[in-house]
């Protein structure tokens, strides 16, 4: 095992607090490493119960969990090289900054000189050094945040732990947080293995995203992969951006399917070869939000096979660089348009109008 290699791997990991119900089940994956990991997922799904069993904080049921090339199961955080990064931060009230940065290693015996010299080096790479003399509380969210990375890398680990870190910031200062934390990763060259609940924050940070629902992993690979290719309708809705619409299939054709609701018919999906669907299946599909366009009821059809479908404007909202338009389409199902502010503003829409939502068959994909 060459020294601080930070790959990681889970076998069968599950974790049970009562005998019989496990909120880690079953769960199998592999880290690279040096690779920035976002476990996502709701409350409740076990992403939080996985870091604690990585950091050494639990014990598996069952389960493997290797560092390395080593089980490190049974064995204390210390002895697995691994750092957590709390939500809360944990800062000590009474220290100054470099203080609190330095204080494990002062814990190890280090003398004053030398976890000093250590200390200057990390804050110079989070940009503290401005502030290493003032106490926690002189210190805005955003520079805590960075004081508790630099107390969780200054001990070299091999794997850093982060529980929800950007969860109490406000939104801007979220994303530039986002891009300091990616920064930081690269800088480091560690693993981190990062738990959220919030999708747009494991799409922007993660090399690999993993989406849990009840203590199983449901789909996991890069970010893109994740957002624009989702394995089942759980996924989909989840991490939002895309319409998920139900059916019956009616007819196979070489390259797309064609399926009927009990309000409509004639919807269009691309064929997928790892997808075996015959007539009479019931599928889901999803269709990307910012792959549907929007037409007035009296341009006529789109042809080549095209789903258009009659929809209602429900409610708008601006978003800047789009605009969300929220249809009726599909009825008591939400269903929405992306639709660029440049092509929106050329003909608005208003509230009320009857348009065609259209998407070609290509632009949907049938869900697992």
Known sequence: ?????????????????????????????????????????????????????????EDPTVGEIVIGGENVVGLAPVERRTAMMFQSYALF???????????????????????YRAVDLMMEKVRLTELADRLPANLSGGQQQRVALARAAITEPRVLLLDEPLSALDEQLRVRMRQELRRMQRE????????????????????IVVVMEKGKIKQSGP????????CDRYVAEFLGGQNVLSGKVEKVGSDHLVISQP??????VGVHPDRRVGIGDRIDLAVRRDDIELMRATSGEPGGGATALPSRVLAIEYQGSFVKVMLDTIPDEEFIAY???????????????VLLAT????RARVLA
């Open 188 to 207: 480091l060259g560690i693993t981190f293995v990062h738990v959220t609940h919030t999708q747009l924050e494991a799409i922007a940070l993660a090399d």
């Open 223 to 230: 970010a893109r992969d994740v957002y624009a290719y989702p």
């Open 359 to 362: 998407w070609s068959a290509g």
């Open 93 to 115: 009230p009474h220290l100054t900054v470099r203080d609190n940065i330095a204080f494990a290693l002062r814990v190890r015996g280090q003398s004053r000189l030398e976890r």
């Open 263 to 268: 309000h409509r018919a004639g919807i269009h």
């Open 1 to 57: 095992m060459r020294p601080g290699r930070g790959d990681i791997e889970l076998a069968g990991l599950c974790k049970s607090y009562d005998g019989v119900t496990n909120v880690v089940d079953g769960v199998n994956l592999k880290i690279p490493d040096g690779a920035y990991c976002c476990f996502l997922g709701p409350s409740g799904c076990g992403k939080t119960t996985i870091l604690r069993m990585i950091a050494g904080h």
């Open 339 to 353: 639709v660029p502010e440049r092509t929106f503003f050329q003909d608005p829409f208003n509230v009320g109008d």
